[in-house]
């Protein structure tokens, strides 16, 4: 069975920084892109940043400059480095592994609330 664990989300005040990371288990498939998505309340769940497996990356507008993502093939585990911190990043951050023939595995939400 796929898990998708996250963890590092928290409440931290504007211009500190967070390291989500998501790690999966029971994946015996190769991932062609993971990626980070979030959702605000009242708002639709947006592309935060994704990776593909040649390590090519985008991101969103909004945090270029402030977001970094990066990935350990061998442990399975893609993580986003938060720099920078907004309140308009306050959402619950989703990660997402997509296989090359499958459909997508999704984690179960991380909070991460940036307020003073």
């Known amino acids: 069975q796929v898990q998708l664990v996250e963890s590092g989300g928290g409440l931290v005040q504007p211009g500190e920084s967070l390291r989500l990371s998501c790690a999966a288990s029971g994946i015996s498939v190769s991932i062609r892109v993971m990626g980070w998505y979030r959702q605000a309340p009242g708002k639709e769940r947006e592309l935060v940043a994704s990776?593909?497996?040649?390590?090519?990356?985008t991101y969103t507008d909004s945090v270029k400059g402030r977001f970094t993502i990066s990935k350990d093939k061998a442990k399975n585990t893609v993580y986003l480095q938060m720099n920078g911190l907004k309140p308009e990043d306050t959402a619950v951050y989703y990660c997402?592994?997509?296989?090359?023939?499958?459909?997508?595995?999704w984690g179960q939400g991380t909070q991460v609330t940036v307020s003073s």
């Open positions: 990776i593909t497996s040649d390590e090519s990356t």
């Open positions: 997402h592994f997509q296989p090359r023939y499958l459909p997508g595995y």
